[in-house]
Every structure is written in C-alpha cells, then in structure tokens.
C-alpha cells in the first residue's frame, strides 16, 4: 500500500483536523473595554440630571395637586417646598409657568464630560397627564 499526501497550491502539506483559531484579540478587548468606561462615564455623569428631572416632574405635580393653579404665586410657593425636600436647585418657582391650570416648565442641563467636550440635556416638565 502506497501512502499518498495531496499538495495545496501553496506547496504546503495539508493536515485534516486542523481548524483556524478565531477569537478577540488582546487589541479588541482593550477597544472593547475602553469603549465600555466611556459609555459607563458618560451614564454615570448623567445619570443625576435625569434623577433631578424626575423629581421636578413630581413636584410640580404636587404644587398643581396641592395649590390653586389660577395663583402663580400659590404654585410656585408649593413648588419651592417641594423643592427644598427634594433638593431641586436647577428650577425655581419663578421659572414656572402656569397656563390653563398647567404648570409646567422648560430647563436645560450642560455637564461637562471632558475638557472642552460637554452634552447638553434639554427638559420639559408638566403637571398634564
């Protein structure tokens, strides 16, 4: 009995039950990992943005709830206890507006990621349901 070994093109032996590795690189876990921290720094930076937005949402429902909405000044003395409780410093009741027994409000919020790099969030609050 002969034994016979076919050449590939390349004139290299060919071995049967050899399979090409395939994986991640350690470049792309590094790119993975880093993409992964900057995405998670960017979350946690505004993250407390989105907090304070909640929290102006649920007061100014308690002062359209808890005060006569024909009185601005009513609804902004509600909000502004609301306020103190919850820590609110990026709206004031003057920032209010009360309109057909809504009241409502429009804010934004710059955080600075890096350097001279920031985003910018833009917010809308209302008592309407």
């Known amino acids: 009995m002969q034994t016979t070994i076919k050449l590939e093109k390349s ?16 470049i792309g876990l590094i ?11 960017v979350g946690m930076k505004v ?19 808890s005060a006569d909405t024909s009185d601005k000044k009513a609804v902004a003395e509600a909000f502004g206890k609301s306020a103190a409780v919850d820590n ?27 350097a001279n790099a920031s985003v910018l969030l833009d917010f809308s609050a209302t008592s309407a349901k």
């Not at 407390?48 to 709830?65: L, Q, T």
């Open 88 to 114: 609110i410093t990026v709206v004031t009741g003057k920032d209010l507006v009360v309109n057909g027994g809504v009241v409502s409000v429009d804010y934004q919020v710059t955080i600075p990621i890096v």
């Open 11 to 26: 004139g290299h032996h060919k071995k049967t039950g050899q399979h090409k590795q395939a994986g991640m690189t350690f």
């Open 31 to 41: 790119i993975v990992i880093a993409t992964i921290v900057c995405i998670a720094v």
């Open 47 to 65: 993250l407390p943005a989105y907090i304070e937005f909640m929290n102006v949402k649920n007061a100014i429902k308690k002062a359209a709830n």
